[in-house]
């Protein structure tokens, strides 16, 4: 049997090294470095069932990650501001022991074999429409087949430096934006927290953001016009509004190209360096990922379903839901509402359940927000949904049926309990939920926010 190529490439071997090739909130280390620490940690959790990552962002995040990829343990982000309830469910959920603390100077070599590619690399805790957010299975294979992907699409190489300053326990900011650039070897600058004027200083050739960030920086001239000389700016998580879009280029010179994903899928469908960037769409299906359309007769929109080697393993002890996230034939339902124009292009036209909420380019399910509103004991009745809103793109509010409670102590409730990013940013009191003959709330019958 050959031993598996690394999922990490850039970690070995000729691919250059520098004592910044990673700077993460300040911090650097060469690639070296990273190695070292990380094979300290991984000496430490070999054999555990799963890592548990308090994923702040900053190195000593990074370091723990690649230790739990060095040793073969599943590792599981941990938001570093869940509140108990969201820390508790996650590492009950896992069964994840804590990682150790992270020492910068340890330096060891660890010595075990390159973990198959069907090994689970992460374990992401994602929100769904009801209940508590459940564990997303992802190998190692859908991780490398997905950044290979983009690194094509993308012309993504060594002689990139990506920058970006997004949370490092999702997709965007942990396997694009930290993987990627181990498998692709680009340097790394991690500004700590997406600002566009850290954006502007950090000096880097390919950008990611979410559409809120990229809004930001639209909103600061200056700041977007010192990205001029980047060679690619990448939106998504989230739509990129047409107007930023349009923005961007006017500031910047640069068509942003955006692509479209799943914590799930990973990214499936992007617009390429090469080909059309076009407002409103995100491109073309990466390679190896088939897609269709879900529409009803005479219909040219509908649910976007996939198939391909970038599919995560299921959600950890949860058979049925995983069951019903495929079709009969196997195809993966996105959830999410599309269109195929004739060229091929892909335009995401909205989301089959308005149930999940995306704010900032976080997902939250209204469901586990209405279940810790109603933990507070002077909530009868919650209901909660996705307010257009132009910074964020949605905006959580809440309804309730309370007395003797106010906003502002339900919205710091929610945070304390949950992740500070899943609070609502308004909450609307009202003498009963609107229900229909059957009693069942109705949530397009609510007021206006
Ligand atoms: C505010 N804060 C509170 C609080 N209210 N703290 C405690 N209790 C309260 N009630 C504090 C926070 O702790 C934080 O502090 C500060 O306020 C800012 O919080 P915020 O207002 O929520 O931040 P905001 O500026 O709105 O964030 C915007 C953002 C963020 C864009 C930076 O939404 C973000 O990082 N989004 C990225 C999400 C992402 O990566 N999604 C990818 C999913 S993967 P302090 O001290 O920390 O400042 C995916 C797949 C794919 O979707 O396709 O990519
Ligand atoms: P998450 O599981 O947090 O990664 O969220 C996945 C969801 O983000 C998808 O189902 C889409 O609704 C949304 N999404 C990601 N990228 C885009 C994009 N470029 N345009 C529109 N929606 C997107």
């Known amino acids: 049997m050959t031993a598996s190529r690394p999922l990490l490439t850039a970690l070995y071997g000729d691919h250059g090294d520098r004592p910044d090739a990673l700077v993460v909130a300040g911090s650097a280390t060469s690639r070296e470095g990273l190695l070292a620490a990380a094979g300290a940690v991984a000496r430490r959790i070999a054999?555990?069932?799963?890592?548990?990552?308090?994923?702040?962002?900053?190195?000593?995040?990074?370091?723990?990650?690649?230790?739990?990829?060095?040793?073969?343990?599943?590792?599981?982000?941990?938001?570093?501001?869940?509140?108990?309830?969201?820390?508790?469910?996650?590492?009950?959920?896992?069964?994840?022991?804590?990682?150790?603390?992270?020492?910068?100077?340890?330096?060891?070599?660890?010595?075990?074999?390159?973990?198959?590619?069907?090994?689970?690399?992460?374990?992401?805790?994602?929100?769904?429409?009801?209940?508590?957010?459940?564990?997303?299975?992802?190998?190692?294979?859908?991780?490398?087949?997905?950044?290979?992907?983009?690194?094509?699409?993308?012309?993504?190489?060594?002689?990139?430096?990506?920058?970006?300053?997004?949370?490092?326990?999702?997709?965007?900011?942990?396997?694009?934006g930290v993987l990627g650039a181990l498998r692709t070897g680009s340097r790394l600058v991690h500004t700590g927290r997406p600002t566009p004027q850290a954006y502007a200083e950090a000096g880097g050739s390919l950008y990611f953001g979410v559409p809120t960030v990229w809004g930001r920086v639209a909103a600061e001239p200056e700041a977007a016009k010192a990205l001029a000389g980047a060679r690619l700016l990448v939106s998504g998580?989230?739509?990129?509004?047409?107007?930023?879009?349009?923005?961007?280029?006017?500031?910047?010179?640069?068509?942003?190209?955006?692509?479209?994903?799943?914590?799930?899928?990973?990214?499936?469908?992007?617009?390429?360096?090469?080909?059309?960037?076009?407002?409103?769409?995100?491109?073309?299906?990466?390679?190896?990922?088939?897609?269709?359309?879900?529409?009803?007769?005479?219909?040219?929109?509908?649910?976007?379903?996939?198939?391909?080697?970038?599919?995560?393993?299921?959600?950890l002890g949860r058979p049925e839901a995983t069951t019903a996230s495929y079709t009969e034939d196997g195809w993966f339902r996105t959830g999410d509402i599309a269109a195929v124009d004739p060229d091929g292009m892909h335009?995401?036209?909205?989301?089959a359940s308005t149930d999940l909420i995306k704010s900032g380019g976080y997902r939250i399910g209204a469901g586990e927000v209405e279940n810790a509103l109603l933990d507070h004991p002077a909530v009868r009745e919650a209901a909660v949904v996705g307010a257009p809103h132009a910074d964020l793109g949605q905006e959580i509010v809440a309804y309730v049926v309370a007395e003797g409670v106010t906003e502002r102590e339900l919205i710091d409730f929610v945070a304390g309990h949950l992740s500070v990013h899943k609070r609502p940013r308004k909450v609307r009191f009202l003498a009963e939920l609107p229900r229909n003959a059957m009693g069942k709330p109705q949530k397009k019958l609510l007021p206006p926010a």
């Open 347 to 351: 335009r995401i036209v909205g989301r």
């Open 237 to 315: 998580s989230a739509p990129l509004p047409a107007p930023v879009f349009r923005d961007l280029e006017a500031l910047t010179g640069q068509r942003p190209v955006e692509r479209y994903g799943m914590t799930e899928t990973l990214i499936t469908v992007s617009t390429r360096a090469s080909g059309e960037r076009r407002p409103g769409s995100v491109g073309l299906p990466l390679p190896g990922i088939r897609t269709r359309i879900a529409a009803q007769p005479g219909e040219e929109i509908g649910e976007l379903q996939l198939t391909g080697p970038t599919l995560f393993d299921g959600y």
């Open 47 to 176: 054999g555990a069932p799963a890592v548990a990552v308090h994923a702040t962002a900053t190195l000593e995040t990074v370091v723990a990650v690649v230790g739990g990829l060095l040793a073969g343990v599943p590792v599981v982000p941990v938001p570093p501001d869940a509140g108990p309830a969201e820390r508790g469910h996650i590492l009950a959920d896992s069964g994840a022991v804590e990682a150790p603390p992270v020492d910068l100077a340890e330096s060891a070599a660890f010595e075990g074999p390159e973990p198959g590619p069907d090994t689970t690399a992460l374990l992401l805790y994602t929100s769904g429409t009801t209940g508590a957010p459940k564990g997303v299975l992802v190998p190692r294979r859908a991780i490398a087949a997905d950044l290979d992907a983009l690194a094509g699409a993308w012309e993504w190489t060594a002689q990139d430096t990506l920058v970006h300053g997004l949370p490092l326990f999702h997709v965007h900011g942990l396997v694009l």
